[in-house]
């Protein structure tokens, strides 16, 4: 216990309690690690004084962690949102520390280079991983999640709310060209919210939006610290949805494979269970994998909630081109006509007749997923 613990500092300059917590950590805990940035860097030096950061980070109390990256939401006028963790490209952890002095404590080139040189002998920069901008945005774009994340949010911020209001929010990616992966939102909060008098304003997504963001960066920094994670009330509501519903997809999953294993695939061993007893070789093993690539492409177009059973079914039911009337009368006429060329007439529509049955079909059909399941089944039978 107490080994290790993230702390992202918030609201240093408008409470004592912040204050109270960190000091109270560093008394308990082994390593206290701490990102401060452009949004808490004032804050965070303000309330503990420069000579005493000094003296925690010289004794190892604390393990400081300055970056010049900053969580931003922008919007335009008509309404297109976009996420974005921004930096200055500040590098040099002197260049970053005399910035940040002259930028957000005093425009003093003297102070501020004092304090550059006092601090970055001891300190390094650190920088958020581009791959949290990747996750923000799935976390965005899951259904599902979102929803949740919603509804958790609209309890801590208006008590009076239940789900049972019906609260619904809908995030779509757009291919604008104001800012990357811009998206927009729709929701049904303010008919809610102004309707049934819980709020006498219209609901504001921004904060939402950057709650939900925000957390995903304190979940992920904690697992890349490897660490405890000290942060506000609402983050850690939302981190405990982000672990339930990463478990609750888990669990999902695999009562999916077990039961497409067990009603699709009956006939065949697991690909686990062929390589294992021996039925398949290396070489066998890894030409299904790479012959799968499809198969999982479809997969991933799955909502996360869904049955696969269900999916594959739909999917093999759906009407196809080769379905239409007119091609298939149109495919006898052509056949017909080869006829009238006699014997290598005959020959030609043979031919072509059993390329239309193997492939034809299929081309028209677009890939299904039985296409590939008939693969596995045959080369795990053979």
Sequence with gaps: MFEKILVRPEGFLKYRQPIIDLIDLLLYYDEVHI???????VGFYRALGEDLVEELIRNQRIILHPTDSQLVCNVTDDGYYGITIVSHGWDDIHHLLYEFHNRLIVDDKTKNEHFANRFSPILDTFSYPNEIGRCIYKDLLDADYITKALDTYLKIHYPAYQTKLGAKIEIELSNTSYFPNAFQVRHNLDDILVGKNLSKKEFEIFPFLL??????????MAAQFGSEINTSYENSKLIMLQLNNLINRSSNSKENIDAFQKHVLSE?????????????DDRKLIK????????????????????????????????SITD?????VGRS??????GCFGPVGSIIGSTLSIADSLYIDKI???????IYVEKYKDKLNS
């Design 35 to 41: 990102i401060v940035g452009p949004d808490n860097f």
């Design 211 to 220: 709650c939900v963001s925000d957390s995903r960066i304190s979940s992920y």
């Design 268 to 280: 065949s061993l697991s690909i686990g269970e062929a390589f294992i007893d021996k039925k398949i």
């Design 288 to 319: 299904v994998l790479n012959e799968a690539e499809d198969f999982r492409k479809w997969l991933k177009l799955l909502p996360n909630d869904s049955s696969l059973i269900c999916g594959y079914v739909k999917e093999l039911t759906k009407k």
């Design 324 to 328: 239409n009337a007119w091609l298939k």
């Design 333 to 338: 006429i052509f056949y017909s006509l080869i």
């Design 364 to 370: 028209l059909s677009g890939w299904k997923p039985n």
